[in-house]
């Protein structure tokens, strides 16, 4: 029976499950507004439900400095949905500082970073033909180092890292609020935070492609396991998918089938078509096949990562609501 007036709670004040369950336990003070609907739900005051009490999350004063709030919602301050002006950064003075807000809503997000990589593979294509087709000049050449996917190309390459990277910083905010609402799997969380995060600097790096040449001499691996590094890369995604098992079996049923979408679009991306290059490549050599084959290596691995910083924004909208970051001078 609680759990089904909480559920009514939810629906009618318009916050998450976690966060009527976090006021409950004096883990999170309410905003204003939201303090506001929980009295008017329940034809009382304010004052007759909330008391100030020191130490709980967002009572505290800063003397000095930056006060950076985060949130997913997707509506506007009147309640509309957003639009395509995201981030939405606001900045005040309160008597506690600077107070800058900051609203990332996850269609919009989702939206724009697939015009991103839209453009990212536009601009690759015009670099794999000019890499197989044309007698390049210098600046040709420069693009094609720039844009051409196959080649690592550095742009490419900043995005992919920047985006593992800003998987990472999500997850670590949902761990946040996990911890805050004292739910389980808090480690795995954090432990997701820390593993995209090794992932952006892989990328940035390419630790894994500089572990292919002592993999192939040790075990002698050829064709489709010419790029070694995907043996020890299998190897580690078993462990990964063997300590998580339980963790997205407790995952909402949504955000499961979303969490595995996103990770076997990546998947396929990174080990599937690595595995198809890797045996074209000792077969036929670079030409505008493999460009080709390369290509849609990228497109995977970058349309899973779209897919999962979706359903991490979304995540957070949900269970999440905003996060408050405090910078002292």
């Not at 909330?50 to 009147?78: K, R």
């Not at 844009?147 to 550095?154: A, D, H, M, T």
């Amino acid at each position: 029976m609680r759990s089904i007036l909480c559920y009514v709670v939810t629906i009618f004040v318009g916050v998450s499950r976690q966060t009527i369950c976090a006021i409950e336990r004096g883990k999170y003070s309410p905003s204003l507004e939201v303090a506001f609907r929980i009295a008017n739900m329940l034809c009382t005051s304010i004052e007759n439900l909330f008391y100030y009490e020191p130490g709980i999350e967002g009572e505290h004063e800063f003397a000095d400095g930056i006060i950076v709030e985060l949130s997913w919602d997707g509506d506007d301050d009147n309640g509309n949905k957003a639009g395509w002006d995201v981030p939405k950064i606001m900045s005040n003075e309160t008597n506690d500082g600077q107070h800058v807000s900051i609203r990332l809503a996850p269609w919009p997000v989702t939206r724009t970073l697939i015009w991103v990589v839209a453009a990212i593979h536009v601009l690759n294509a015009a670099a794999v033909w000019l890499f197989y087709r044309v007698e390049t000049s210098v600046m040709q050449n420069v693009f094609v180092k720039l844009f051409q996917v196959s080649s690592e190309g550095k742009i490419p390459t900043w995005y992919s890292s920047c985006a593992l990277l800003a998987c990472a910083v999500l997850l670590f905010f949902i761990a946040l609020g996990e911890r805050r609402d004292q739910n389980r799997y808090v480690r795995h969380w954090f432990g997701l935070s820390t593993i995209f995060a090794l992932m952006s600097l892989d990328e940035a790096t390419s630790i894994h492609e500089m572990s292919s040449e002592p993999v192939r001499v040790l075990l002698g691996t050829s064709g489709p396991l010419m790029f070694a590094w995907v043996i020890p890369a299998g190897i580690l995604l078993a462990v990964f998918a063997a300590v998580y098992f339980r963790f997205l079996l407790n995952l909402e049923r949504r955000y499961r089938n979303l969490f595995i979408l996103a990770g076997g679009v990546y998947v396929l991306g990174v080990l599937g078509f690595e595995l198809i290059g890797s045996n074209y490549l000792s077969t036929h050599g670079k030409n505008l096949t493999y460009g080709i084959i390369a290509t849609f290596e990228e497109v995977f691995e970058m349309g899973g990562i779209v897919i999962f910083i979706y359903v991490l924004l979304d995540y957070l909208e949900n269970h999440v609501q905003a996060v408050k970051l405090s910078f002292q001078a």
